[in-house]
């Protein structure tokens, strides 16, 4: 599959135990619904991101299950209670199978 | 006039709903009433009817471009183990597909706020239903004006 770019930001990097942490990530992908035709009115297969999950320091703080109603290039901001320091990983579960990943990191003072 | 324009428009409809059936499809879109949100809510409230608080729907009144519409959503809740929200399910009633997301938080999302970019067909209603871990649901529901839909129909 073509590499998809991933934009992940959050509001702060370094947090105090019990800050709330906001996340924000685009990721570029058609979102394809499968009810679009092309010129010559053939449909264009549905291709499209099923789900989403954020682990911090390898807890599960967030996830969504998209479907063709997300817009393409999914945009998507949540927040988490920090708690102790590690990755922010943010992954995109593809229809055809495939992951998009994206890291970021909390350090909890 | 009025009624011979009535009745040439019968036929036509007839006829369609003829050839969809002969076509095997089974909701052709002029005929079905609904998309079957009714039927994804309740199969998300497991029956029981959402209180119309607790849950903030954020959507702009008018969008001019269905195919990207900024939505928040925000639920009243302490978040903690013992009283926190578990999903948020959002439907558009004339959307396609009914679904249009499920967000899932925990306590260790500390706070139930959710913001994303979705897709409307058209002038249509948006859905939000909370569940909370003790089971109880809350709602709100908002109508958006769609200027051109975006639902990659054309």
């Not at chain 2, 195919?67 to 302490?78: K, Q």
């Not at chain 2, 959002?90 to 938080?105: D, I, L, Q, S």
Request: net charge positive.
């Amino acid at each position: 599959m073509a590499a998809h770019q991933v934009k992940i930001k959050l509001d702060k990097t370094e947090a105090k135990k019990g800050d709330i942490v906001e996340v924000k990530a685009l990721v570029y992908h058609p979102m394809e619904t499968g009810l679009r035709k092309d010129r010559s009115g053939k449909v264009i297969p549905r291709h499209i991101l099923k789900k989403f999950i954020c682990m911090v320091a390898g807890k599960e703080v967030f996830s969504a299950d998209f479907d063709t109603a997300i817009a393409a290039n999914p945009f998507i901001r949540f927040k988490f209670r920090a708690v102790q320091s590690g990755p922010v990983v943010l992954t995109w579960v593809d229809e055809d199978g495939s992951d998009i990943v994206g890291q970021a990191r909390i350090t909890v003072n | 006039m009025t009624a011979k324009l009535d009745r040439r428009k019968a036929l036509t409809i007839g006829a369609g709903a003829l050839t969809a059936t002969a076509l095997g499809w089974s909701e052709p879109a002029f005929a079905a009433k609904t998309n079957g949100f009714e039927k994804v809510i309740a199969q998300f409230t497991g029956g029981r009817t959402p209180a119309q608080s607790r849950v903030h729907l954020d959507l702009p009144k008018i969008a001019d471009d269905g195919g990207s519409v900024p939505m928040t959503i925000t639920v009243d809740s302490p978040m903690t183990e013992q009283s926190h929200v578990v999903d948020v399910l959002v439907v558009a009633e004339k959307n396609p597909r009914a679904h249009v997301v499920t967000f899932h938080f925990s306590p260790a999302s500390g706070v139930a706020e959710v913001s994303t970019r979705i897709r409307l067909a058209q002038t249509e209603r948006v859905i939000a239903i909370a569940k909370m871990n003790d089971g109880s649901v809350y709602m709100d529901r908002k109508e958006v004006t769609v200027t051109v839909g975006g639902c990659g129909t054309s």
